[in-house]
């Protein structure tokens, strides 16, 4: 069956930087839309970042507004794996990391609700220190 496994998550200082991976298997999701969703305490699930690939050397990536400029996210298809690399991290950025799959586009991860989504990790905690 399909498994979505994130890691990379810890305890890190404000201006701090963490690499997140998502590890995909039961499939192949090269076709797929692959992204990060974040959950802080006592707030709804919010989209962070998504990435699509065309084919070839041609990938494309969109971001929420509150982390452009600071998160890259890439995929290694032949892993079947997402990452997201955040930098200058922020304590509003402490939240439950979660990763994602979806045949959409990648526009569409970011304002589709959780529920269109096909497949999902079951995170991992990043937490941020000031």
């Known amino acids: 069956q399909v498994q979505l496994v994130e890691s990379g998550g810890g305890l890190v200082q404000a201006g701090g930087s963490l690499r997140l991976s998502c590890a995909a298997s039961?499939?192949?999701?090269?076709?797929?839309?692959m992204g990060w969703f974040r959950q802080a305490p006592g707030k709804e699930r919010e989209f962070v970042a998504a990435?699509?690939?065309?084919?070839?050397?041609?990938?494309?990536?969109y971001y929420a507004d509150s982390v452009k400029g600071r998160f890259t996210i890439s995929r290694d298809n032949a892993k079947n794996t997402v990452y997201l690399q955040m930098n200058n991290l922020k304590p509003e950025d402490t939240a439950v990391y979660y990763c994602?799959?979806?045949?959409?586009?990648?526009?569409?991860?970011?304002?589709?609700?959780?529920?269109?989504?096909?497949?999902w990790g079951k995170g991992t905690l990043v937490t941020v220190s000031s």
């Open positions: 994602a799959v979806a045949r959409m586009t990648a526009q569409a991860m970011g304002v589709r609700p959780s529920r269109d989504m096909d497949y």
């Open positions: 039961g499939r192949t999701f090269s076709s797929y839309v």
């Open positions: 990435t699509s690939w065309s084919g070839g050397s041609v990938y494309f990536a």
